[in-house]
């Protein structure tokens, strides 16, 4: 698809929405700022799951089906290392989209 000026704000603004998803995961320190961050983050790659496809921003989609599930509230078993690979992941997709845009 080519790139609009639509779809370069996009990009942009998705690629901001990400950056800051992973931050409010890093900096969570309680209960009530990690299910803040957790329905922040799924909020953000329900998002990218039904605009990526569409813009053509390069997302794998074992990157979308593990960012989504692991955001799932009421998921049993959230562990660190899902955050932190959460986390990862969302800092290098915001990248990937703002080199898009």
């Not at 998803?21 to 299910?35: G, M, N, T, Y």
């Amino acid at each position: 698809m080519p790139r609009t000026a639509s779809s370069l704000n996009v990009a942009k603004r998705m690629s901001s929405s990400l950056d800051t998803a992973a931050s409010l995961l890093d900096s969570a320190r309680d209960k009530e700022a990690f299910l803040a961050a957790i329905r922040v983050n799924r909020a953000v790659w329900l998002k990218v799951r039904g605009i990526a496809p569409r813009l053509g921003w390069p997302v794998p989609r074992n990157v979308l089906e593990f960012s989504i599930s692991v955001t799932a509230l009421g998921r049993p078993g959230i562990n660190d290392h899902d955050v932190e690979t959460l986390i990862h992941i969302n800092r290098t997709m915001s990248r990937s989209i703002a080199e898009w845009a």
